[in-house]
């Protein structure tokens, strides 16, 4: 008897040990590995290896947005690359890529993330915009297949956590 309830003791011990790993709160990760949403732009520079010497502009709240080249996301090219940063620090990622890659990247983020919300919206000029949007509780994703054909992959901080629903 005392041993089974050594042995009822530890599992217990375990499953809470694991439960406790499981369930705490970790850094929230940005969409490249190794990035967090509120990282400063030097460590953002350090941990993407590039320069972000020049400002693409300087918005009016104060945020400053960079643009890079050069990055995949695997193996597909990158066509450009912006990053916002306000007063916290990086508050969002917009990938342009190549038209071709469209169906390839929804439908990994539809395998990654399960089925976005999705809708067209025509501007003022009638164009047509495809959207895809996906809440993945740390980040609010948004692809969008332009009038101009050119399709833009958005990353930001999620504002609302689905589970709170």
């Not at 030097?42 to 709240?61: F, G, H, I």
């Not at 990622?93 to 990654?112: D, H, I, K, Q, W």
């Not at 949007?133 to 958005?154: G, M, P």
Request: with cysteine.
């Amino acid at each position: 008897m005392e041993f089974m309830l050594r042995l009822s003791l530890r599992w217990g011990l375990s499953l809470l040990i694991a439960g406790a790993l499981l369930w705490s709160p970790g850094e929230a990760m940005a969409c490249i590995p190794g990035l967090q949403w509120g990282m400063d732009s030097s460590t953002v520079e350090q941990r993407l290896e590039v320069s972000l010497e020049t400002a693409r502009s300087l918005d009016a709240d104060s945020s400053a947005i960079y643009r890079v080249s050069n990055q995949h996301i695997g193996e597909i090219p990158v066509e450009k690359l912006d990053l916002r940063f306000g007063n916290q620090g990086l508050e969002q990622l917009v990938y342009s890529l190549p038209s071709e890659s469209m169906t390839e990247v929804l439908a990994g983020l539809r395998t990654r993330y399960g089925s976005p919300v999705s809708t067209i919206i025509k501007n003022s000029d009638q164009v047509p915009q495809q959207v895809w949007i996906w809440n993945t509780e740390d980040d609010c994703i948004t692809a969008v297949r332009a009038e101009d054909q050119k399709f833009l992959l958005s990353y930001r901080p999620s504002r609302l956590r689905p589970s709170l629903l």
